[in-house]
């Protein structure tokens, strides 16, 4: 026998205050006797205790035996046989990797269904899922428990975030399609509802954690050769943390920073005028939850190059972008643009236009026109001042805001969404997006043409901008789980997993999906070899003081499967209502309340 909701045992425990009633003497009441002689000794004892002498009769049991019956039923009990088809899913998401008491969560989960699966009959059918990179079955079908015992052994957890989705409603779907007597959920979330098919194993209590949630490496400036790095630490904790922050390049420590954080929030740091490396490592020393956010990865920048489409009718001003090093431009009229908007340009920049679709590239919108797909545009603006802007942002540093006075402007306002850069008391005048992988930044003033010193706010924040671009253009950088996009010669290459395994890439593949694990990646092309950054972007992940429960509603096997749970509480309930009636029948009130008469002397109170 099984307990749907086993909590509710614990009202087992009030059974003993029925024994109350039972001990405590009643009130003494006046009486009228002939003689007081025979009650005199029985007076003198009544006085000397509160509690009477415990006499039991038989309506007792029954109403022992009814509380019983009621608080079984709240238990919903459930009369199992042993289940011939199950299935095992173990959550292998990254917060299993979490250490509690010098064992994992993932460690723990697989010792459950070890232990679980012992005690099935060799002659069970079992079937092993797991839920990343998606929720899929591993090994062959219908193993025996000792087989699937051995298979579980050999699992381990991905550097990956749960996919999105309601796990109650897959694994309902996952058991009703398959016909699955049984199905075992192994996990670190808490579980909210009940089902009979369908069984949840929560591992893992709520711990706090500190995670590195960003990491880039980029130059100080458009155009300054030397690079920085920007790191966050956020808090998943109820306590105010000390932490440590080591900067490593290629395996070396290269500088460290030392910074308290508060509960919830995130700290931000920067390093400037460290060596160039192929790649860099962020590492926070701390002792926590979960060691694999600990880590970050990031790749050294490209080479200094930007190339750039100019969509303008009229280019002239954008000309003076030509004098800053590093940079090529290109520039057309918007009716040309349909016949380049194949070309392989870094950056396009829409001057006084507006494509019919958002482009996919980066882009820059000057001042557009009011029908766009971006911005809602407003009235003209005269030399209009800078009242708020974003910081800290790449786009305003060190630009005195009391000096930057376009000639005009007109503000924008989102349609959809967006980040407010530049203020004016009328509106936001420079506005920052980012959308499948691409940023767009909509200007509601001109900051052409580039005037270099004679101009030195507005110089600075088109150096900014185009900064901003620049930094993830040929980025090397990946989340886990996302695939690795290849180039037509990468076919007789070979990516190197960070835990050393060698993958060669043959017959025309232009992605490489195995990105299970936190790290850099190689590609190996002959003496060629090009890094990739590819760090656990899932936040949720690091979060293991509140994870989302699961929901499950109550579900009983597939119709095509062998039914194995018979439902025992209703007729409990039942069982329960009849013995109510009888203890109504044998004690019924009016008894309770017989008046008490002697030798035909009424009582008197």
Same mark, same amino acid.
């Given at each position: 026998?099984?307990?749907?909701?086993?909590?509710?045992?614990?009202?087992?425990?009030?059974?003993?205050?029925?024994?109350?009633?039972?001990?405590?003497?009643?009130?003494?009441?006046?009486?009228?006797?002939?003689?007081?002689?025979?009650?005199?000794?029985?007076?003198?004892?009544?006085?000397?205790?509160?509690?009477?002498?415990?006499?039991?009769?038989?309506?007792?049991?029954?109403?022992?035996?009814?509380?019983?019956?009621?608080?079984?039923?709240?238990?919903?009990?459930?009369?199992?046989?042993?289940?011939?088809?199950?299935?095992?899913?173990?959550?292998?998401?990254?917060?299993?990797?979490?250490?509690?008491?010098?064992?994992?969560?993932?460690?723990?989960?697989?010792?459950?269904?070890?232990?679980?699966?012992?005690?099935?009959?060799?002659?069970?059918?079992?079937?092993?899922?797991?839920?990343?990179? $998606?929720?899929?079955?591993?090994?062959?079908?219908?193993?025996?428990?000792?087989?699937?015992?051995?298979?579980?052994? $050999?699992?381990?957890?991905?550097?990956?975030?749960?996919?999105?989705?309601?796990?109650?409603?897959?694994?309902?779907?996952?058991?009703?399609?398959?016909?699955?007597?049984?199905?075992?959920?192994?996990?670190?979330?808490?579980?909210?509802?009940?089902?009979?098919?369908?069984?949840?194993?929560?591992?893992?209590?709520?711990?706090?954690?500190?995670?590195?949630?960003?990491?880039?490496?980029?130059?100080?400036?458009?155009?300054?050769?030397?690079?920085?790095?920007?790191?966050?630490?956020?808090?998943?904790?109820?306590?105010?943390?000390?932490?440590?922050?080591?900067?490593?390049?290629?395996?070396?420590?290269?500088?460290?920073?030392?910074?308290?954080?508060?509960?919830?929030?995130?700290?931000?740091?920067?390093?400037?005028?460290?060596?160039?490396?192929?790649?860099?490592?962020?590492?926070?020393?701390?002792?926590?939850?979960?060691?694999?956010?600990?880590?970050?990865?990031?790749?050294?920048?490209?080479?200094?190059?930007?190339?750039?489409?100019?969509?303008?009718?009229?280019?002239?001003?954008?000309?003076?972008?030509?004098?800053?090093?590093?940079?090529?431009?290109?520039?057309?009229?918007?009716?040309?643009?349909?016949?380049?908007?194949?070309?392989?340009?870094?950056?396009?920049?829409?001057?006084?236009?507006?494509?019919?679709?958002?482009?996919?590239?980066?882009?820059?919108?000057?001042?557009?026109?009011?029908?766009?797909?971006?911005?809602?545009?407003?009235?003209?603006?005269?030399?209009?001042?800078?009242?708020?802007?974003?910081?800290?942002?790449?786009?305003?540093?060190?630009?005195?805001?009391?000096?930057?006075?376009?000639?005009?402007?007109?503000?924008?306002?989102?349609?959809?969404?967006?980040?407010?850069?530049?203020?004016?008391?009328?509106?936001?005048?420079?506005?920052?997006?980012?959308?499948?992988?691409?940023?767009?930044?909509?200007?509601?003033?001109?900051?052409?043409?580039?005037?270099?010193?004679?101009?030195?706010?507005?110089?600075?924040?088109?150096?900014?901008?185009?900064?901003?671009?620049?930094?993830?253009?040929?980025?090397?950088?990946?989340?886990?789980?996302?695939?690795?996009?290849?180039?037509?010669?990468?076919?007789?290459?070979?990516?190197?997993?960070?835990?050393?395994?060698?993958?060669?890439?043959?017959?025309?593949?232009?992605?490489?999906?195995?990105?299970?694990?936190?790290?850099?990646?190689?590609?190996?092309?002959?003496?060629?070899?090009?890094?990739?950054?590819?760090?656990?972007?899932?936040?949720?992940?690091?979060?293991?003081?509140?994870?989302?429960?699961?929901?499950?509603?109550?579900?009983?096997?597939?119709?095509?499967?062998?039914?194995?749970?018979?439902?025992?509480?209703?007729?409990?309930?039942?069982?329960?209502?009849?013995?109510?009636?009888?203890?109504?029948?044998?004690?019924?009130?009016?008894?309770?309340?017989?008046?008490?008469?002697?030798?035909?002397?009424?009582?008197?109170?």
């Amino acid at each position: 026998m099984e307990f749907l909701n086993p909590a509710a045992l614990y009202s087992l425990l009030l059974l003993p205050l029925l024994l109350i009633p039972y001990l405590i003497k009643g009130k003494p009441r006046q009486m009228v006797f002939s003689s007081l002689l025979l009650l005199r000794d029985f007076s003198a004892r009544a006085r000397g205790t509160p509690w009477g002498k415990l006499r039991l009769p038989p309506i007792f049991f029954l109403q022992l035996l009814f509380l019983l019956l009621l608080a079984l039923t709240l238990g919903e009990p459930v009369s199992s046989i042993s289940p011939a088809y199950i299935a095992v899913v173990l959550d292998n998401s990254a917060s299993m990797q979490a250490i509690e008491e010098n064992k994992s969560r993932f460690e723990m989960a697989k010792d459950e269904v070890s232990n679980l699966l012992r005690g099935f009959s060799a002659r069970a059918k079992v079937d092993l899922y797991v839920t990343v990179p $998606r929720l899929e079955r591993v090994g062959t079908t219908n193993l025996s428990p000792q087989e699937a015992v051995d298979l579980i052994t $050999r699992l381990s957890p991905y550097d990956l975030g749960e996919p999105p989705g309601d796990y109650g409603e897959s694994l309902a779907r996952l058991a009703k399609e398959k016909g699955y007597e049984r199905l075992f959920f192994l996990t670190d979330h808490p579980t909210q509802g009940q089902s009979e098919a369908i069984r949840v194993i929560s591992v893992g209590r709520p711990t706090g954690n500190l995670a590195l949630t960003s990491f880039q490496i980029s130059r100080a400036s458009f155009v300054s050769p030397q690079l920085k790095a920007r790191v966050e630490v956020s808090s998943f904790s109820s306590q105010r943390q000390a932490l440590k922050l080591v900067l490593k390049g290629g395996g070396r420590q290269l500088s460290s920073r030392v910074e308290t954080i508060a509960p919830g929030k995130s700290v931000e740091f920067s390093f400037e005028g460290f060596p160039f490396h192929p790649y860099y490592e962020a590492e926070l020393e701390v002792s926590d939850g979960l060691a694999l956010d600990n880590r970050r990865f990031a790749i050294a920048p490209p080479p200094r190059t930007l190339e750039i489409l100019a969509v303008s009718p009229r280019p002239e001003s954008l000309y003076s972008l030509r004098s800053i090093s590093g940079l090529s431009l290109k520039a057309i009229s918007p009716e040309a643009y349909e016949r380049t908007r194949g070309e392989g340009h870094s950056l396009e920049i829409f001057h006084y236009s507006v494509p019919v679709v958002l482009p996919q590239r980066h882009a820059l919108f000057v001042l557009p026109p009011k029908e766009n797909p971006l911005v809602a545009v407003g009235k003209t603006l005269t030399q209009p001042t800078i009242s708020a802007w974003r910081e800290p942002h790449l786009l305003t540093q060190y630009v005195n805001f009391a000096l930057f006075r376009p000639t005009y402007g007109r503000p924008v306002k989102p349609l959809f969404f967006g980040e407010a850069i530049l203020q004016s008391p009328e509106g936001v005048l420079a506005l920052a997006l980012e959308h499948e992988g691409f940023r767009y930044l909509v200007l509601g003033f001109d900051p052409f043409p580039y005037l270099g010193r004679e101009n030195l706010p507005i110089s600075i924040f088109t150096l900014n901008l185009l900064g901003w671009f620049h930094e993830v253009l040929g980025s090397s950088s990946a989340a886990t789980g996302e695939p690795l996009k290849l180039n037509p010669g990468d076919e007789r290459g070979t990516v190197v997993t960070p835990k050393g395994e060698k993958f060669p890439l043959q017959g025309g593949k232009t992605l490489f999906s195995r990105t299970f694990v936190q790290g850099v990646y190689e590609l190996v092309r002959g003496k060629e070899r090009q890094f990739i950054a590819v760090n656990l972007e899932d936040a949720k992940e690091s979060n293991l003081t509140d994870p989302a429960a699961i929901n499950l509603r109550r579900e009983t096997a597939a119709p095509g499967g062998r039914p194995f749970l018979f439902s025992l509480w209703p007729y409990l309930l039942l069982l329960s209502l009849v013995l109510l009636l009888l203890e109504w029948f044998f004690n019924p009130p009016i008894a309770r309340r017989r008046p008490f008469e002697h030798h035909g002397v009424p009582e008197q109170r």
